[in-house]
């Protein structure tokens, strides 16, 4: 399969995927039957983001152009891929990656995510079965010749000792972060608000911590954060907010809500379904430079920074880790 054929290929299923079929959407159903935390909304918001910003044809021809992207590789490597399953299609940019460039991919799926992106592969083979042969789904990765797992920091030391022999891409955890000054209109503090709760704020690129001044008023934040005031009724939410209240309670640990999102001070970065964490600075710091941990950081939103609303927009060109995936490969 050349590389205009692999292009075509996925244009084809951008295509299917922004018909809304109904047999698109039956299997958005399976998918949430199986993880409650991959609503109707926010599966839908993924796979917009992957048909405007990964399956569009110029967008793709830009990227491999970018790399010199040959029509066969050289020599054809077989890839394994350990993928996440935090957000809905979460390693869909390296299954992308590793098919673009023509290599042979193995996939281990996430349990958590195994109904979507199972699907989207079963569906590119029915149009060409020559992808049968690229593309596999096992339960145990043997025999690769290179590895990208995506998991915890916990996972990534069993990762390094499967893997380490072997060329690979382990990821940790990571999360991302958001530098305030108080001068954010409305629609800023809005759009903020979904880089913190799309996907229930799940993803390492939701911001799960905020830098704001000394002086900050978080009333105005607050408001806008009741847009998402309906993951309240999530069950599963529901219960990680209640217990983190819980905790804030019984501790006597200062905090502020909107009902649906607890903000509470911290050093740390990391915050727990239905926390932000924040952290003041003084008007003669430059918070960039409260940013020890950087190497934890995936995305800073902020003036100068990744704009506000667009954490959870990659490009085909934003890589996890910030590792380039398709330079990874072509060195192989």
């Not at 951008?14 to 993880?35: M, R």
């Not at 911290?266 to 710091?285: D, F, G, M, R, T």
């Amino acid at each position: 399969m050349n590389l205009q054929n692999r292009i075509a290929i996925l244009i084809k299923l951008g295509e299917y995927l922004e018909s809304n079929s109904p047999e698109w959407e039956a299997v958005k159903q399976n998918a949430f039957a199986k993880n409650p935390w991959f609503t109707d909304e926010f599966v839908e918001i993924a796979k917009n983001n992957i048909v405007q910003y990964f399956l569009n044809s110029q967008l793709l021809e830009n990227w491999c152009a970018h790399y010199s992207i040959p029509n066969e590789p050289k020599k054809l490597k077989n890839i394994g891929i350990v993928m996440a399953g935090n957000i809905p299609m979460v390693g869909f940019h390296d299954f992308l990656s590793v098919f673009i460039s023509g290599h042979k991919q193995t996939i281990k799926l996430s349990s958590k995510d195994d109904v979507l992106l199972k699907h989207i592969i079963n569906k590119m083979t029915s149009w060409d079965i020559e992808i049968k042969n690229l593309v596999i789904v096992a339960d145990q990765l043997k025999q690769c010749d290179a590895y990208i797992a995506t998991g915890n920091n916990q996972s990534a030391g069993y990762f390094e000792t499967y893997f380490g022999k072997y060329p690979n891409i382990i990821r940790k955890n990571r999360t991302s972060v958001a530098v305030l000054d108080g001068s954010e209109t409305e629609t800023e503090l809005l759009e903020l608000s979904q880089d913190v709760h799309l996907y229930f704020g799940l993803g390492c690129r939701n911001v799960s911590k905020i830098y704001v001044p000394e002086d900050y008023d978080f009333v105005p934040l607050l408001r806008a954060f009741d847009n998402f005031n309906a993951l309240g009724y999530h069950h599963k939410f529901r219960n990680n907010y209640d217990y983190q209240l819980s905790i804030c309670l019984i501790n006597s640990i200062p905090y502020m809500t909107n009902d649906c999102t607890i903000l509470l001070e911290s050093k740390l970065v990391h915050a727990p379904i239905s926390v932000l964490y924040y952290e003041y600075y003084s008007k003669s710091e430059n918070p960039i430079d409260k940013l020890t941990n950087q190497d934890e950081l995936q995305c800073i939103i902020g003036k100068n920074q990744l704009p506000f609303g667009k954490s959870q927009v990659p490009g085909l060109f934003d890589y996890a880790d910030d590792v380039d995936t398709i330079q990874f490969l072509s060195q192989l």
